[in-house]
């Protein structure tokens, strides 16, 4: 049995909890900082990054998460999440969590289009995978170790380095559930890995 947390400052937390139903997989709603000792694996919600940072400072989740990071287990950022992972955040000074090498920009997506769906081809997911857009992000940048995963009008949406995935769309408000199940999966192989 593995266990994946879900960080329940801000966001949308059930429906991570709903996609990520799986077999032999237990999900844990984070509350406190102490809970991160008790999983394998981590999603942090799409919301609002500022306020999540916010609420991370306040909770003293800031260096717990960082560690959390560090130790190689991984982590999945949707939207807001994919911002709080970035090393660095076009037009702001400093970043959130710095965890994957890439540079972000925030409400990336024009006024008319701030929220949308769309099918994107994921590599080693899906080729149609069903994608909902809302103000998201986009990665401007990557650095050599990170994985580009998935493209939509040429702006990179989703991505992966080691034991870190992000997308900056929402897969939790959908009913396709197969990047979750790639995640899920991305979480026992470490396990197994720790383990050994
Ligand atoms: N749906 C989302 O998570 C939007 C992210 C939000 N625009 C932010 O900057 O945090």
Redo the contacts with the bound molecule.
């Keep these: 049995m593995i266990k994946i947390g879900v960080l329940a400052l801000q966001g949308a937390v059930r429906e991570h909890v709903r996609s990520l139903q799986a077999e032999d997989t237990e999900i844990i709603i984070i509350k406190k900082a102490e809970q991160l000792q008790e999983i394998d694996g981590l999603v942090f919600p799409?919301?609002?990054?500022?306020t999540m940072r916010r609420l991370i400072n306040q909770y003293n989740f800031f260096e717990p998460l960082k560690a959390f990071g560090k130790s190689g287990k991984p982590i999945f950022g949707t939207?807001?999440g994919l911002?709080l992972m970035a090393s660095e955040i076009a037009g702001q000074d400093q970043a959130h969590l710095g965890l994957m090498d890439m540079k972000v920009q925030?409400?990336a997506f024009g006024r008319q289009r701030e929220s949308f769906e769309t099918r994107l081809e994921v590599q080693g997911v899906a080729e149609d995978l069903r994608a909902v857009f809302?103000?998201?992000?986009l990665i401007e940048e990557v650095g050599e170790h990170v994985e580009v995963l998935s493209t939509y009008n040429g702006e990179i949406v989703a991505a992966r380095e080691g034991h870190y995935l992000t997308c900056s769309f929402?897969p939790e408000l959908t009913d396709d559930f197969r990047l979750h199940r790639f995640f899920v999966t991305m979480v026992k192989e470490a396990n197994k890995q720790r383990t050994k």
């Design positions: 799409g919301g609002e990054s500022t939207c807001a911002i925030r409400n809302i103000r998201a992000p929402h």
